[in-house]
């Protein structure tokens, strides 16, 4: 029998589980043998017992079961998806060194990992337009400087991460908690189609899989465990976002908070991160020098051309002297806002600073 299907009949087998198949195929990686394994092979693994091995061996003859597995692998190649297993080569090191690795995914787009350093974007689904610009800045940042920008394509932060790193012509991989072949949100198909066309979309979960609340904790773990780091921008006291930060702590990856207005409620969550021993980042470059990747230039050469529209025209209506941020949004039609958003990321950027009386000059 094909090995894909072997690994998917299985999952089938009462009491196995993820946890338990992961466990089979580091000890076993070759299907066919894996297949012939006895009671007593199985009870040899770690975290196995005497129903689930029994389950496992009586699975095999499961008429039902081997359909079922027949129908989601023939489902996976319609929609374009291939299936990584836990010994696949291709299969990323980072993932299968967690403690909990799903033990296959679903994929769709040509990314394979490589030597690259990968960093996590994540945060609210319901950003401010600072947030918003902070993650696209970042990501757009990161992808230029070699990294594979990760997130969960949600709506808010993840989405603008990935933004982000197209615009800078990068890489990026989405994690869904849908199947891989199940756009959402609905609104981010564009964007969904770019992914699978330059990086990758992953999900563990079977092809036309409905993206359920209960799927997004365990996605997250993905993320992180996919990611040398994860950096936070913009979470509320109570955002999911905080389930993906205990997962990378759980895995032993770095974490990084971008401080915000500390009088946004989305700033708790990276604020509360920093005090309790997150490091506090101010742009791509620190993060990458933080996991031991050295850009080789400052952030100021790397964020040049990466400035936004509403940056550079900010930036010429600024002149020589020091302006305040409401005049400049008179100036150039800006709600006050946007300028004051697009000015801090001006200013972490090294492009602008702040006065003491409150006005901003350009730098150079």
Partial sequence: MDGALVWLVLARARGVGRIRLASLMGACPDPADAWRLTVEDLLQLEGWNHPAARAAVAVRGDKEARRGAVSELESALKAGLRLVTLPSPTYPVRLRQTPDPPPYFYQAGPWTPDHRPMVAIVGTRSPTSYGLAVAEQFGAALAAAGAVVVSGMARGIDCAAHHGALRAGGVTVAVLGGGADVCYPREAARLYGQIRASGAVLSEQPPGTRPVRENFPERNRIISGLSHGVVVVEAGENSGTLITVSAALRQGRDVFAVPGPVTSPVSVGPHRLIREGACLVTSAAEVLEE???????????????????????????????????????????????EVQATLTLLQLAGFVRQLPDGQYVRVG
Avoid at 292 to 317: I, M, N, V
Avoid at 326 to 333: N, S
């Fill in 291 to 337: 996991l031991g990747f050295p850009t080789g230039h400052s952030p100021e050469h790397a964020a040049s051309p990466l400035l936004t529209e509403d940056q550079h025209r900010l930036l010429g209506w600024m002149g020589p002297g020091p302006r305040w941020a409401g005049d400049l949004a008179e100036a150039c039609g800006m709600e006050a806002a």
